[in-house]
């Protein structure tokens, strides 16, 4: 018996990932819709390599008698219908940032913290932690279970398809103005983001971080539950898909190197690539596509005690966001959670 799962958010660069990666996956549907906004509604989107779903409009959209919807739209459209959605029964996984810190909201990556799902997941709401906080956790799981990590410094180099559609958009249209010497007026980016680093996402905070900077620290320690010191820079970069991020950890206990990297490799989801060779590492081009979270550059730290540092890549819209998102649906399916929630 399968599942009735709408997609929010369904032309965007994630929500196409969503429905792309639901039918790769074989996650158990008897129905899909995608929905998107009223200008949107009428368009086709692809569901796997036979299907071609109508988008339909979010706000006429009735959720109920559906089981699950993915959400993509933007943190404003999620705060009216995933509770419009969860009223009826539908069990909304958010992608947004509305819903993340919300104490009844359980925030989950399946191989890192599953036991949230049958803590909070009443609400009829899950939230998918932000991209650039999945990976990193992804990596950091298995250490702190075994060495318990105290403080993470951790610089981020962000691809633009972050920003979804309209961030890739700009960085195509401003790398060929650089080229016939055009002068270029970014609209997405504060800067010209064309073979650039700027080290600003989302808006500036009262302390000098930015919002992107503050969410990976209260994220990490809700995923984690563990009070783990977060200091992070985050740079958007010139890539337009698969974000990577360098990270130094200080642990509680002594790190023996062979037993982190060991640790690292057998934790689902995660691929060690780290050769210490021209070309013994993984970079963001190298991950488009694919659903691990790579890492490389293992090394001590010796800066601090018991210090680690790794580099780490992952595809973005895939592990980042639909993925982890599907996975989440594919969570509740195993726990026998999703009857039981959305009856």
């Given at each position: 018996m399968g599942y009735k799962v709408a997609v929010v958010g369904a032309t965007g660069a994630v929500g196409r990932e969503m429905l792309k990666t639901l039918a790769e996956r074989d996650f158990p549907v008897d129905d899909v819709a995608a929905l998107a906004s009223p200008r949107s509604a009428g368009q086709q989107v692809s569901f796997g390599e036979k299907r071609v779903l109508t988008v339909r409009n979010t706000e006429t959209f009735d959720f109920a008698g559906w089981d699950l919807g993915l959400f993509s739209p933007g943190a404003s459209v999620s705060a009216v219908h995933a509770p419009r959605a969860a009223a009826v029964g539908c069990i909304a996984i958010d992608n947004t940032s509305q819903f993340r810190m919300e104490p009844d909201v359980p925030l989950v990556v399946p191989e890192v913290n599953p036991q949230a799902l049958a803590r909070h997941a009443r609400r009829r709401i899950i939230a998918n932690p932000n991209c650039s906080t999945i990976q990193m956790v992804m990596a950091l799981?298995?250490?702190?279970?075994r060495f318990t990590a105290r403080r993470v410094v951790v610089s981020t180099y962000q691809s633009v398809s972050g920003a979804g559609k309209e961030g890739m958009d700009e960085l195509f249209t401003s790398s060929k103005a650089f080229f016939v010497n055009d002068p270029a007026q970014p609209q997405v980016f504060t800067k010209n983001i064309a073979y650039n680093c700027i080290p600003h996402i989302?808006?500036?905070?009262?302390?000098?971080?930015?919002?992107?900077?503050?969410?990976?620290?209260?994220?990490?320690?809700?995923?984690?539950?563990?009070?783990?010191?977060?200091?992070?820079?985050?740079v958007r970069v010139p890539v337009f898909i698969g974000h990577a991020?360098?990270?130094?950890?200080e642990f509680e206990q002594p790190v023996?190197?062979?037993e982190a990297r060991d640790l690292l490799r057998t934790f689902p989801g995660v691929v060690v690539v780290d050769g210490r060779d021209d070309g013994g590492y993984i970079t963001p081009a190298e991950c488009q596509g694919e659903d691990a979270v790579y890492v490389s550059r293992l090394r001590r730290d010796p800066t601090v005690p018991n210090g680690l540092g790794f580099w780490c890549v992952s595809?973005?819209?895939r592990k980042g966001a639909a993925l982890n998102a599907v996975q989440i649906a594919e969570t509740l399916v195993a726990q026998g959670l999703l009857r039981q929630i959305a009856a």
């Open positions: 799981k298995p250490l702190h279970d989302d808006r500036f905070m009262d302390d000098g971080a930015t919002r992107e900077e503050w969410k990976m620290a209260v994220e990490t320690r809700k995923i984690m539950g563990a009070d783990i010191a977060v200091f992070a820079t985050c991020e360098a990270v130094s950890v023996n190197l062979g595809d973005n819209l």
